[in-house]
């Protein structure tokens, strides 16, 4: 038995969750369980499921700025970014079990 799964995205993560309950398995207690994208659901009421921020929102708007620059400009060289994953804990993981 795994002590924690990291899942594909939050809404895989969701499917975790409910196959451990439907087998008596607690998240956070029995079975760690991250997702990945940190999505409105991750922090729904009910779920608390810890997950990886991409820090969406910023990367949106740097990627728009980069596009819209690159219109006005095609002679410059291209631009790479990099943005800094964060992880947000809540309530689907704890200390693996002994």
Same mark, same amino acid.
């Given at each position: ?10 809404? #895989?993560?969701?499917?975790? %969750? ?7 398995? /607690?998240? *956070? @207690? ?13 922090? #729904?009421?009910?779920?608390? %499921? ?7 929102? /910023?990367? *949106? @708007? ?37």
């Amino acid at each position: 038995m795994p002590t924690a799964i990291f899942a594909h995205n939050d809404q #895989a993560a969701l499917g975790v %969750l409910d196959a451990l309950a439907a087998r008596g398995l /607690e998240p *956070g @207690r029995d079975v760690s369980v991250i997702g990945y994208d940190n999505s409105s659901v991750s922090s #729904a009421p009910g779920t608390s %499921l810890t997950s990886v921020d991409l820090g969406a929102r /910023e990367l *949106g @708007r740097e990627c728009m700025r980069l596009a819209l620059r690159r219109l006005q400009h095609p002679e410059l060289e291209p631009q790479s970014i990099a943005f800094e994953p964060t992880l947000v804990v809540r309530g689907t993981t704890g200390p693996a079990r002994a």
